[in-house]
């Protein structure tokens, strides 16, 4: 992969700059022109992208096309429909105090933005937040994941076709290139992978005071109450939502609570779940429907930490080491029952397709084994039939978002926000919630200046001329 040079970046970077300052950026049309860009960008160049995820992950068409590139350009088609209710000037009152004034809150694009993305959904995470920091009028420099590089070839060729690059460039690179990025000011970061490297890029924008957006991982629970729903459409949900992208997805469930009476009847139906997707254990690494790692490194983690897990009495239910083959980055999905808390599929984010089965007794239980893990889940999800219950572990157990009764979901729901909290980040993105990340919301109050409105010229000094006070 060839990297951006780093005169280009602050190339890049001062010619963003100065169009910024053009106040080109600031006409609702002109930012609905660059959101049909990135409409024709998605359209015509799907299959390209397509290819390039199935190059990078071993996406297939079907799951590149409708997890990476129909959500994005969805987004950009929701913000063209909606750019002009979500810019429009807010009209508030003025308190009594102030009166006679009139107050705005008015939409106003930050500037020059930079968004930083993951390896594991290279397009919507590493692009996606550009639709949201261009409907809110500014200018974006994405830094994909050199991880991904037949992604970031596509962007990096196909991106200056559709715009210059005083409005949307690609820098292509790792670990230099995001630092020397780094150096530069921002008006708005929009960074999405880990917690650890999430504290490097929170600590380089202190330095210039640029402001950041966090969208980081961890391990997000799933409970299964005793009052469980229709078994099997909750397996398939759950196994759906554990071997998308071969589990490399930031909220996909790490691990599962299940009321120890349902144990045995959860097992089973996952296993049901697991054949009917993927065929046979034996014959799964055949099935081009699942995904690959990203790397063989990235296996090998994996494969070693179910060694890990039955050294801490975890047993194999699905699965297991021996069906992996990590020169090919192919790991099998692999249920694990009650390994040790201090194992690793329990201390560490898994980011890949293991899936730890927990059991409990009562719901104060797993709502404590929740909150006894290190940092604030991404999302929580609960099955349950009962609303209260789900009530109950929501106000017990804080995460970025939430689901009842199915997994991920709320990442393809742009009516909501969505972000993490705590160690899984702050800051919101999608639909609205995205445009308000990257506008500036610039409280203006106006007032009439008129002898009248003095109001016998009370907030002036000398203030001790009504006999001071006591
Ligand atoms: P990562 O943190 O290793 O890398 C993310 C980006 O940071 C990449 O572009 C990389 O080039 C850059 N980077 C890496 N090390 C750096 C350093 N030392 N200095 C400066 N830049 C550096 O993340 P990843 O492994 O690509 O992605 C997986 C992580 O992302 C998981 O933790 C996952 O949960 C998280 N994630 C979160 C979301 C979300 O929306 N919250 C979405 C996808 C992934």
């Known amino acids: ?13 001062t010619l963003q700059r100065k169009f910024f300052e053009s106040t080109k950026t600031r006409s609702v049309e002109w930012r609905k022109d660059q959101l049909r860009k990135i409409v024709s960008f998605c359209t015509e160049c799907g299959t390209v992208i397509a290819d390039a995820l199935t190059k990078d992950l071993g996406k297939t068409a079907f799951e590149g096309e409708v997890t990476e ?70 200018t974006c420099i994405i830094k994909p994941s050199e991880m991904c590089p037949a992604t970031d070839k596509v962007l990096r060729e196909c991106i200056p076709k559709y715009f210059k690059p005083e409005v949307l460039a690609v820098v292509s690179g790792g ?46 629970p799933l409970i299964i109450s005793k009052e469980m729903p229709e078994l099997q459409a909750m397996a398939n949900r759950i196994i759906w939502g554990k071997t998308i992208n071969a589990g490399q997805t930031c909220v996909a469930p790490d691990y599962v609570l299940v009321q120890e009476e349902n144990i045995e009847a959860v097992l089973e139906a996952f296993k049901i779940s697991l054949e009917s997707m993927f065929g046979r254990t034996n014959e799964q690494i055949k099935n081009s429907t699942f995904s690959r790692n990203v790397s063989v490194e990235h296996t090998k983690r994996l494969l070693s ?6 050294s801490h009495g ?68 609960v099955f349950t039939r009962i609303r209260e219950h789900f009530d109950f572990f929501m106000d017990a157990i804080p995460s970025g978002g939430a689901v009842h009764n199915d997994v991920l979901l709320h990442f393809a729901c742009s009516t909501i926000p969505f972000g993490g909290m705590g160690t899984s980040g702050y800051g919101k993105g999608h639909g609205k919630h995205g445009f308000d990340s990257f506008t500036h919301t610039r409280g203006v109050l106006s007032k009439p200046c008129k002898e009248i409105f003095e109001f016998g010229g009370i907030r002036y000094p000398p203030y001790d001329r009504y006999g001071g006070f006591s």
Do not use: Q
């Open 69 to 138: 590139i129909e959500v994005t350009k969805l987004e950009a088609l929701e913000a063209i429909e909606c750019l002009d209710s979500w810019s429009a000037t807010e009209y508030v009152p003025a308190p009594g105090a102030l009166m006679p004034s009139f107050c705005e809150m008015r939409k106003e694009p930050r500037g020059v933005t930079l968004v930083i993305g993951p390896f594991n959904y290279p397009f919507s995470t590493g692009f996606g937040p550009a639709v949201s920091a261009l409907a809110a009028g500014n």
């Open 1 to 13: 992969m060839s990297s951006t040079p780093s005169e280009k970046i602050v190339e890049y970077h």
């Open 314 to 381: 975890g047993k194999v239910i699905a699965g297991g080491s021996e069906y992996g083959d990590a020169e090919a980055k192919y790991f099998p999905p692999t249920i694990i029952y009650n390994p040790g808390p201090k194992s690793k599929v329990l201390t560490e984010e898994i980011f890949g397709c293991i899936l730890p089965i927990i059991p409990y007794k009562t719901n104060g239980d797993a709502i404590r084994y929740v909150n006894s893990m290190r940092g604030t889940p991404l999302a929580l999800y």
């Open 175 to 220: 670990i230099p290139e995001t630092t020397k990025l780094m150096e530069l000011e921002w008006d708005m970061i929009f960074f999405t992978g880990s917690e650890r490297v999430g504290k490097i890029i929170a600590g380089a924008a202190a330095k210039t005071l640029s402001p950041v957006i966090l969208e980081l991982g961890g391990k997000s």
């Open 305 to 310: 930490m179910i060694d890990d897990a039955k």
